[in-house]
């Protein structure tokens, strides 16, 4: 569910990351900021192989 424009065509309001707003949402910064801890999920089994080439370049420093 894409919840940007819901936002934007009538909804309250809602919790994001801003670089997921859309063009005419106003956004109001949080404060204190929220920090969160991210995680690279994927199914099990094997991957296609460029499936493997992302997951080795999100995962390299």
């Not at 065509?9 to 919790?15: K, P, R």
């Amino acid at each position: 569910m894409a919840v940007g424009p819901l936002v934007t065509e009538g909804g309250l309001a809602a919790v994001m990351p801003a670089a997921l707003a859309p063009a005419d949402a106003v956004i109001a910064p949080l404060d204190p900021p929220v920090h969160r801890t991210l995680a690279l999920l994927r199914r099990p089994g094997a991957l296609p192989p460029a499936a493997e080439a992302f997951l080795r370049s999100a995962q390299s420093p």
